[in-house]
């Protein structure tokens, strides 16, 4: 019997089956020996009887953190204050999905914490102009119109921790009951009050809220899919002087022009140049 993992708690896999029914099932023992863990988002084969996992499925794509599967899309939460909004963070996780072919929705969270918006806009529009879907939310709005978001996808919910993800998941389906928490002032970020990753059915799809990190890996297997996950960045390169430029020193290249004409945003540069030596390293590491 074909199912879809809603849960996974201390090895306890919770699925939920074509026919609607939910079994808690354990992996059989050969995943162990064969080194394979099973994720929430994982499509399997059940034996509903014994409440064992018999197959894994093949996976379209598969995160390491947040640590979920089969993913349509991800919607990045982030606060522009109380924590403070965190470009760098951003830019990662956005390179990472745009690695991973998944589709990517910006949520400004907490706009009515703002006294000016003018250098927020800025920051909005770019991304927006970039390509990338922008919504902005605040506690005085109704917020309900993401829900045509949701449809027939797999969806995580990620961020910065004390973005709101559960806040906001809580109005669209209060049945949830997710917990939420104040942000320690002393800290200047959220708690984390996820403390598992969990499917939950909103809608015609699946949403996941996940633990709240302050961090992401870089899986990239080479310079140039790192480069080229910065989608203007890529597309820019088209008239770079030489194939193959990363950006960085190479006489000709187009996106350094963009940057120095205020065309590209700085900071996503800043970034892009900051990654680069990580994913070097990592690379380095690698062999």
Same mark, same amino acid.
């Given at each position: 019997? &074909?199912?879809?993992?809603? $849960?996974?708690?201390?090895?306890?896999?919770?699925?939920?089956?074509?026919? +609607? &029914?939910?079994?808690?099932? $354990?992996?059989?023992?050969?995943?162990?020996?064969?080194?394979?863990?099973? +994720?929430?988002?994982?499509?399997?084969?059940?034996?509903?009887?014994n409440r064992i996992i018999m197959e894994l499925l093949p996976r379209k794509n598969d995160l390491i953190r947040p640590f979920v599967s089969n993913v349509d899309k991800m919607f990045l939460i982030f606060p522009v204050k109380e924590p403070d909004l965190n470009l760098n963070l951003l830019d990662r996780m956005l390179a990472i999905l745009e690695y991973n072919e998944i589709e990517s929705i910006i949520v400004f969270s907490k706009i009515d914490l703002l006294n000016d918006l003018s250098e927020f806009e800025k920051i909005s529009n770019y991304y927006q102009k970039i390509g990338y879907k922008v919504y902005k939310t605040s506690k005085f709005q109704d917020n309900s119109y993401l829900l045509n978001e949701f449809k027939n996808s797999i969806s995580v919910f990620a961020g910065q921790s004390g973005a709101g993800k559960s806040s906001l998941l809580n109005l669209f389906d209060p049945t949830l009951e997710l917990k939420t928490q104040e942000i320690s002032h002393a800290l200047g970020r959220g708690k984390h009050t996820t403390r598992h990753t969990e499917l939950h059915r909103i809608g015609d799809g699946w949403i996941a809220d996940t633990p709240g990190f302050g961090n992401a890996d870089f899986e990239f297997e080479d310079l140039l899919s790192f480069s080229h996950s910065f989608i203007e960045f890529f597309e820019a390169s088209e008239n770079c002087k030489f194939k193959g430029c990363l950006h960085v020193n190479e006489p000709g290249c187009e996106v350094k022009r963009l940057v120095e004409n205020e065309k590209i945003l700085k900071s996503r540069y800043d970034n892009y140049l900051l990654f680069k030596k990580e994913v070097e390293e990592n690379i380095k590491n690698r062999y």
């Open positions: 019997m &074909q199912g879809l993992i809603i $849960k996974l708690i201390s090895g306890d896999y919770t699925v939920v089956t074509e026919d +609607k &029914q939910t079994y808690v099932c $354990k992996p059989r023992g050969t995943f162990r020996l064969n080194e394979i863990s099973p +994720k929430v988002g994982d499509r399997v084969i059940i034996d509903p009887e």
